[in-house]
């Protein structure tokens, strides 16, 4: 038996191959290293995390923490990553909910709504993302008009409408006394508390006083006691086949709870309403235009995409199923949602994480219209000021990298729990 050199096994070469290209990525990361280092002391920057305790000196339109130009780098970078992991949330969450809507109004046998729903896809989706922003920033938003000729939204102005009409039909006979009614009774309601101008939308602020954790701690206790009463509802149907109404239980547990706490406290919020002072409103609290614009953009252009995975996922679905459910009497709504939808979930979770994603990333974008999101303000106005590159890059692609592996390991265990119901069922 000839033997082989040790050259020719397969062994060998792999592991022989494996170690070079280690070692080549060692000698790059290595190179890189001493590089970066001798240009840092060429421009006299100093290499460390210190900085993050210096303070930044600059203010931050949107902070979901108290926040002060006198507070350090690392406050900066606590503001931004909140106001990043702010809007990717709300999109996600709005954005799931509008793909499933049109991805459903696309299938459905009404032709208006199906091609209603098919041309927003192919709007939506084919015109890029910065351009939506920009849009939806100044074009709409930015186009509203000023402070003082903010627009009310309440009941006042809607009643001074109903109050000038009828003044306009008093020409021809009607009694004045209508009108006066109708001013009447928008002076008792007063002024509305809610106005929408190009600074964005003004809104009464929430003051919790004593007693309102109680409060908290009863609408918390609240949604488990709704999610056991839904575990609760799934035994059974699957025991026995019969459903029960969740709807109407959970909503009166919803609100019941903490209406009770709050009868026993005595109501613990009041509200500091907007006053409009010269140019601008004081008190109250505001939602910016760029975190609306931003908002509406991310959520509008990814339920584009969404939509018509969840087109794809039900269209996967055999037909025979929905068959079946209409031979049993079921309605298309029942059939959707107990059935069809059920099933395409299989299909529709992996696509769907990776929109998950890609709306994370996007948010990115929001530096364009300078909404204070993390690339805005710590990769971006920290990075100005204190030229610290590598450092600053770094950690800003260590938080996405982290949101992106959290999302996906949620998304996946989502994923594998529908697949063991499934088997479970089969």
């Known amino acids: 038996m000839t033997k082989t050199a040790f050259y020719n096994n397969p062994r060998f070469r792999s592991a022989f191959y494996q170690l070079a290209v280690l070692a080549v990525v060692i000698w790059f990361g290595v190179e890189f290293a001493i590089n970066a280092r001798a240009n840092l002391e060429a421009q006299n920057v100093r290499f460390g995390f210190r900085f993050l305790q210096d303070p930044a000196s600059f203010g931050i339109v949107q902070s979901l923490i108290p926040y002060g130009e006198q507070d350090t780098y690392g406050r900066v970078f606590l503001v931004g990553l909140l106001n990043t992991l702010l809007v990717s949330a709300l999109g996600i969450v709005f954005a799931t909910i509008l793909g499933f809507i049109i991805g459903l109004a696309r299938l459905s046998p009404n032709w208006l709504l199906a091609r209603l729903a098919g041309g927003y896809v192919e709007l939506v989706r084919n015109l890029p993302l910065l351009f939506q922003i920009m849009f939806w920033y100044l074009a709409v938003l930015l186009a509203l008009p000023g402070p003082r000729q903010s627009l009310a939204l309440g009941l ?136 609306t614009a931003l908002l509406v953009a991310l959520t509008t252009y990814t339920a584009a995409f969404i939509a018509e995975v969840v087109r794809a996922g039900v269209l996967a679905v055999p037909k025979g199923q929905t068959e079946a459910a209409m031979a049993l009497g079921l309605r ?25 994603l890609n709306l994370t990333k996007n948010s990115t974008l929001a530096v364009a219209i300078g909404y204070p999101d993390l690339v805005a303000v710590f990769a971006g106005t920290t990075l100005n000021q204190t030229h610290q590159a590598i450092e600053i890059i770094a950690i800003t692609m260590a938080v996405y990298l982290v949101i992106s592996l959290v999302t996906s390991l949620a998304m996946n265990a989502y994923n594998a729990r529908l697949r063991r119901a499934d088997r479970w069922r089969a």
Do not use: H
Not at 221 to 231: E, F, K, N, S, Y
Not at 243 to 256: H, K, T
Not at 332 to 356: D, E, F, G, H, S
């Open 332 to 356: 298309r709504k029942t059939t959707l949602r107990l059935i069809v939808v059920p099933q395409a979930m299989r299909v529709i979770i992996p696509p769907l994480t990776n929109q998950y």
């Open 156 to 291: 006042q102005p809607l009643l001074l409408s109903a109050a000038d009409g009828f003044a306009y039909l008093q020409r021809f006979g009607a009694p004045d006394a209508i009108a006066q009614w109708w001013r009447s009774l928008a002076e008792w309601i007063g002024p509305p508390a809610i106005y929408l101008n190009n600074r964005g939308l003004i809104m009464p602020r929430a003051v919790f006083g004593e007693g309102s954790r109680i409060v908290a701690a009863a609408f918390v206790i609240a949604i488990l006691a709704i999610i056991g009463l839904r575990a609760w509802a799934r035994r059974r149907q699957q025991a026995t086949g019969a459903q029960f109404p969740l709807l109407w239980p959970s909503l009166a547990i919803l609100v019941g709870l903490p209406a009770l706490a709050t009868l026993a406290v005595g109501w613990p919020v009041s509200f500091d309403l907007p006053q409009l002072r010269g140019f601008n409103f004081v008190g109250g609290s505001q939602v910016i235009p760029e975190f």
